[in-house]
C-alpha cells in the first residue's frame, strides 16, 4: 500500500501523463488491494485531466468501484460513458452480481442484449450465477439459448455455470446430461453436480460423483 500511496502523491507533483494507460495500471493496483481512498484519488484526477472518455480506463473504474462495493458510483461511470465496450457491461454486470445484487445484474444483461451488444463468456458465466442465486431457471434457460449461437458455448467458466444452474434449481437431469458432457470440469463444477445430486435426494449418484472427483474425473 505504501509504494501506491507514493505513486499517487506523485501524478499530483509531477506533469500529466499523455496516456491514460499509467492510470490504467494504478487502478488495477487499487483493485487489486481494495485501496479506496487512492481509487478514488485517481478517479478525481482523471476527470481533471480529461480522460473521462477513456473506455478501457472507465471499465476500470467500474471494476475498481465493484470491487470496494460501490455500485452506485459503479453505475454513474457507466452511464456517463460515451461509448461502452463489451468489457464495461460486462464490468458493471459482473459488480453487481458479485455484490448480491442479483435482479440488477440481469437487468444489466436484458439492456445489453436489447442494444444489440454481444457477450462473451465472462458475460454470460456471470448472468448465469445471478440466475442461480434467484433460482430462476426460465431466465436461465433462455440465456442459455443464446449461449447455443455463440463460440464459447464449450468454456468451462460457462459450462461450470450452467451445471451449477440446473442443479441448484432443481433439474438434476440436465445438470447430469451437460456434466457428463464436459471435457473439462473445475472444483466449482464437481461440487455443483454433488451438491444437486444430494440436495434432490440421489445420495448415491452424489457418492459416486465424489468418489470420481477424487480419481481425477
Known amino acids: 500500500m505504501g509504494k501506491l500511496d507514493g505513486a499517487v502523491k506523485l501524478i499530483f507533483r509531477s506533469p500529466v501523463p499523455s496516456d491514460p494507460s499509467f492510470f490504467v495500471k494504478l487502478l488495477e493496483l487499487c483493485i487489486d488491494s481494495r485501496a479506496e481512498k487512492q481509487g478514488r484519488l485517481i478517479h478525481k484526477d482523471v476527470f481533471l485531466n480529461g480522460f473521462q472518455s477513456s473506455v478501457t480506463l472507465n471499465a476500470k473504474l467500474i471494476i475498481f468501484y465493484g470491487k470496494i462495493g460501490d455500485m452506485g458510483y459503479a453505475r454513474k461511470v ?21 455484490n448480491g445484487l442479483f435482479k440488477d445484474a440481469l437487468m444489466i444483461f436484458q439492456n445489453m442484449h436489447h442494444s444489440g451488444v454481444k457477450g462473451n463468456q465472462f458475460t454470460y458465466g456471470s448472468v448465469l450465477r445471478a440466475c442461480t442465486k434467484l433460482m430462476c431457471l426460465r431466465s436461465g434457460k433462455q440465456i442459455q439459448g443464446c449461449l447455443q449461437k455463440r463460440r464459447f458455448v464449450g468454456d468451462l467458466f460457462v459450462q461450470s455455470a450452467l451445471v451449477d444452474l440446473h442443479s441448484k434449481c432443481g433439474d438434476i437431469k440436465d445438470a447430469s446430461c451437460l456434466f457428463e458432457m464436459m471435457s473439462e470440469r473445475d472444483l466449482v463444477c464437481w461440487n455443483a453436480m454433488i451438491g444437486g445430486y444430494s440436495s434432490q435426494g440421489f445420495s448415491n449418484d452424489a457418492l459416486r460423483t465424489f468418489r470420481s472427483m477424487l480419481r481425477g474425473g
Open 78 to 98: 457507466f452511464d456517463k460513458m460515451p461509448e461502452r465496450s463489451i468489457v464495461s457491461w460486462t464490468a458493471l454486470l459482473s459488480g453487481y452480481s458479485q
